[in-house]
């Protein structure tokens, strides 16, 4: 088991950091937990051998090469950013050595911590990548288990996670923002109001804050960025052939088809 009697730190009080803080406190309930915001000191972190990187991903890589100097040596350190190639260049270059890239798939209707709760990760998949450090890994699969989530354990250094992530997560989001973006240029957003379920169903993805998806687009480009021009294309071509009554059908029984193995 992780060693949590010198507490756990997370540097991140958000919708995760805050869940991770309760469902923690669940496992262990005399648990110490330090929760370091925006612009507070890493010197809050004080002797925890348990510390998370609960923070956007632009933010996680700023913090990592300031933590040698601010954690045990010992410690356990884990991220839970939404993409992890970077993230594991850069804990590689500050010469964290317990380092173990994560990535919880959980989420919640609310932001921020308003939307916490300890059961949050229960059966939940929770990626973890870093073959160079076992005994760190060993460590972080314990972790995440006491937390009620499922790790899922990678290979290799982020590539196959960011790879997945840019099909099963990062598409699907720039797909609908952009989708609720031409609708409403075309139709004008006093027009909305005429949209049926099939629009809304389609578009509930494009509600989500920028300031998160920014730094997890930038960071996963390599992947997405083909995958964005393959999608188009594939729109454009059948944007050719919609009084193709088999090309409709093709496409609707490949899609329904696949639908149905979608959780």
């Known amino acids: 088991m992780p060693d949590t009697s010198r507490g756990i730190a997370i540097v991140g009080p958000g919708l995760i950091g805050t869940s991770i803080a309760l469902a923690a406190r669940r496992r262990w309930p005399d648990l110490e937990s330090r929760t370091i915001g925006e612009g507070e000191p890493l010197s809050k972190i004080n002797d925890a051998l348990v510390v998370v990187l ?43 050595r317990n380092f173990v890239g994560g990535h919880p798939m959980a989420g919640g209707t609310a932001p921020g911590p308003a939307g916490a709760r300890a059961e949050l990760f229960d059966d939940a998949p929770w990626f973890l990548t870093n073959p160079d450090a076992p005994d760190a890994m060993q460590r972080a699969v314990k972790f995440v288990e006491a937390l009620g989530a499922r790790p899922i354990v990678l290979a290799d250094h982020g590539e196959e996670h960011d790879r997945l992530m840019a099909a099963v997560s ?30 809304r169903d389609t578009t509930r993805l494009a509600a989500s804050r920028p300031e998160m998806w920014q ?45 149905a193995s979608c959780p």
Do not use: C, H
């Not at 720039?174 to 909305?192: D, F, I, K, P, Y």
């Not at 090309?247 to 029984?253: C, G, N, P, T, Y």
């Open 54 to 96: 609960a923070a956007p991903v632009d933010a996680i890589l700023k913090l990592l090469p300031q933590l040698p100097a601010a954690v045990d040596a010992n410690a356990l350190i884990i991220d839970t950013g939404s993409t992890k190639r970077a993230v594991m260049i850069a804990a590689a270059m500050a010469g964290i």
């Open 215 to 259: 730094s997890i687009l930038g960071t996963n480009a390599a992947e997405l960025k083909p995958l964005l021009k393959y999608y188009a294309a594939e729109l454009s071509s059948f944007a050719d052939r919609l009084e193709d009554p088999q090309a409709v059908k093709e496409l609707f029984d490949e899609a329904s088809g696949a639908k």
């Open 170 to 199: 990062q598409l699907p989001q720039v797909a609908a923002s952009t989708l609720m973006a031409v609708v409403t240029r075309v139709v004008g957003e006093q027009n909305l109001q005429w949209a049926g379920k099939g629009l």
